[in-house]
């Protein structure tokens, strides 16, 4: 018995030990849906071992091109201060990528992929992505290109969208483009929505890119673009059956004269710019082309049209740490230029074992996000003289770079130094780490002393020497209220309030709920309540018809509860028809949403503001009506 315990004891020490040392495999793709002849990035994220690798074994993966694009070190380290005892605790881990070209169309399996580490072997079933298959065919030739697969945190990158048509024979080429001006090809793309998703990107400013892209004349030859309308009057209406009816917006994006594999293209291009913030993966595309192009000329001299369908590759862009060969110890994970680090203390005359505060500001062409604390207990020249403590750093983010605060001790006396500290970056000018240092800071560290007399020394004659102050033990004071007898059990006053506290928490506890829902009633009532005025604040406010849209949606949100901000015209119809609310009053609520979305990219004057904002008004306050008519009724019934 006493075997077996010793058994369990020690096996149950070992157990974190054992744990911590597993070696594990994770999986993770890019893209869970591709089209032929697209490539998805494969990252293998190894735990518990960041050297001895070896490269995977994808013979069980379906048959694909296998690009091996680099791996970094995922390790990591900690520092724990336990009774004045520091502890370093860390965590060794890499990350393998690769780019997958599957050969063949339907579902790709990524797996089961082999790995070995030291060796033992790791194995993980993999995941499956799948693959759509696309005509093929060469009148149009739709791209997605990165200028560059892998960068830096905060290093910027542009995308360009390209859509090459072919040219139409000769002579009709050189002052003919293969694009029809009545006839709007549609481009339709992820990265092409105008969004305010926060993904880890600055985003350029799609919204003044497009408005600056529309034709203004109606007559070149243009593009539709992931189904943005305008409505009302638009170029060439005044001639059709519908002046009114909802067309799509005409942009135009600049064309110029190119040839692939020996054939003439009219080749239609659009950049855009991104800065990425954090590390990760994003994927551009894919773009698909729908529509009719220009493929030749008849005799008559009649164009001949084509329909086309088309889907361009998506592009990605990886955003990844700087690289792990010559990495100091004290990098800071920051990448940029010129780094400026200053160090100071609050005072440089203090005693022993006083607190200090070192305050050490790290600004510059830098990124931000990713930049970490400094852990200054891992350089050992700062610990000679000085004891850091690292687990209580107050970190402040100033324009260029961040502030960290941190509290040390001098541990002996006399004039000392405290020394250089050393911090490393990523320069993104020169590819390549560099470390900076602090100017040293002078310090005055004094003897904590108490002056005593000596034991033999008398009056007149002593001397008084000074020793190295010892904490002693306070005196112990007697008094007479030890000989009075007290009762065990507590006076009446004190055991009242908790005979009355137990029944009052319960009864708090019991009436919570009810009080809870009373009060979300309330809000609600007074949310509901002021919708109406504050709405109608927003659109006297309005300067533009974003915000005149904006103001409309919001009335949605407080009146209805309804996330008006992502509604279409036709489920906000639906939830004015669920209020009672009368047909007119709902078509011409709707009708006003779609005006206002529509506003935001056909250009006006103030005058056409001034009438949106009294037609705003007047719905408003029909809607408002009839909902509340609505809401009367139905208690009338109740």
């Known amino acids: 018995m006493l075997k077996k315990i010793t058994y369990i004891a020690t096996a149950l020490l070992l157990l974190p030990t054992i744990l911590w040392g597993a070696i594990s495999m994770e999986i993770k793709c890019s893209r869970a849906t591709i089209y032929q002849g697209e490539s998805f990035n494969l990252t293998l994220s190894i735990n518990g071992a960041d050297d001895g690798i070896e490269q995977p074994d994808f013979a069980s993966s379906s048959p694909a091109k296998i690009q091996f694009l680099g791996s970094h070190g995922n390790s990591r380290s900690s520092i724990q201060i336990i009774n004045g005892r520091i502890t370093r605790n ?339 000018d020169q590819h390549a780490y560099k470390t900076i240092t602090t100017e040293p800071i002078p310090v005055q560290a004094e003897a904590t002393t108490q002056v005593a007399a000596s034991e033999n020394s008398s009056y007149n004659g002593g001397v008084i020497e000074v020793k190295k102050a010892i904490p002693m033990p306070s005196g112990i004071t007697l008094t007479a209220d030890g000989l009075k007898k007290c009762s065990l059990i507590p006076e009446i006053k004190l055991l009242l309030p908790l005979f009355l506290g137990i029944p009052l928490l319960v009864l708090l506890g019991v009436l919570m709920t009810p009080l809870a829902e009373l009060f979300k009633k309330l809000k609600t009532h007074r949310i509901k309540s002021s919708a109406l005025s504050k709405t109608t604040h927003s659109i006297k406010k309005a300067k533009s018809a974003a915000k005149l849209s904006q103001a409309i949606r919001s009335y949605l949100t407080r009146r209805l509860n309804a996330s008006g901000h992502s509604l279409t015209s036709r489920e906000v119809a639906k939830i004015l028809h669920s209020r009672n609310v009368p047909e007119t009053g709902c078509r011409e609520f709707t009708q006003l949403i779609s005006q206002l979305d529509e506003a935001m990219y056909k250009p006006g004057g103030a005058s056409e503001l001034a009438r949106m904002k009294e037609q705003s008004l007047n719905v408003i306050k029909i809607v408002d009506t009839a909902l509340h008519n609505s809401k009367s009724k139905r208690e009338e019934e109740l």
């Not at 399996?109 to 759509?132: A, C, F, S």
């Not at 005799?299 to 990844?320: K, L, S, W």
Request: net charge positive.
């Open 90 to 428: 860390v965590f060794k881990g890499r990350v393998l990528s690769y780019s997958i070209t599957p050969k063949n169309k339907g579902l790709y399996q990524t797996g089961p992929i082999i790995v070995r580490v030291d060796g033992k072997t790791i194995r993980d079933n993999g995941t499956k992505v799948l693959v759509k298959g696309i005509e093929k065919q060469d009148n149009v030739i739709v791209s997605v290109k990165a200028s560059s697969t892998s960068v830096l945190v905060e290093e910027p990158f542009s995308i360009t969208l390209s859509v090459a048509i072919k040219e139409l024979p000769d002579p009709y080429w050189k002052s003919n483009e293969p694009l029809h001006a009545n006839k709007l090809p549609l481009l339709s793309a992820n990265f092409l929505e105008i969004t305010e998703e926060k993904d880890g990107l600055v985003h350029p400013d799609l919204n003044q890119i497009l408005n600056n892209l529309i034709d203004q004349s109606g007559r070149e030859a243009a593009f539709a673009i992931n189904g943005y309308k305008s409505r009302g009057m638009g170029f060439g209406s005044m001639f059709g059956s519908d002046p009114f009816k909802s067309r799509p917006i005409r942009f135009r994006l600049k064309p110029k004269q190119i040839k692939i594999n020996g054939k003439r293209y009219r080749e239609y291009t659009l950049i855009l710019n991104y800065t990425a913030t954090g590390e990760g993966e994003h994927t551009f595309g894919p773009v698909t082309f729908k529509g009719q192009i220009m493929s030749g000329v008849t005799p008559q001299r009649e164009a001949v049209f084509t329909d086309v369908y088309t889907i361009g590759a998506a592009a990605t862009v990886r955003v990844i740490p700087p690289p792990d060969e010559g990495r100091p110890e004290d990098f800071i994970g920051s990448v940029g230029k010129e780094m400026i680090t200053v160090a100071q203390l609050d005072t440089t005359v203090c005693k022993v074992g006083d607190p200090l505060t070192l305050t050490l500001e790290i600004t510059g062409k830098i990124s931000i996000t990713n930049l970490r604390t400094p852990e200054l207990s891992l350089q050992p020249n700062l610990l000679r003289d000085f004891k850091i403590y690292d687990n209580n750093v107050k970190t402040e983010t100033l324009k260029n770079g961040k502030r960290f605060t941190y509290r040390i001790r001098p541990t002996k006396a006399g004039t000392l130094e405290f020394p250089p500290i050393n911090i490393s970056y990523y320069d993104t």
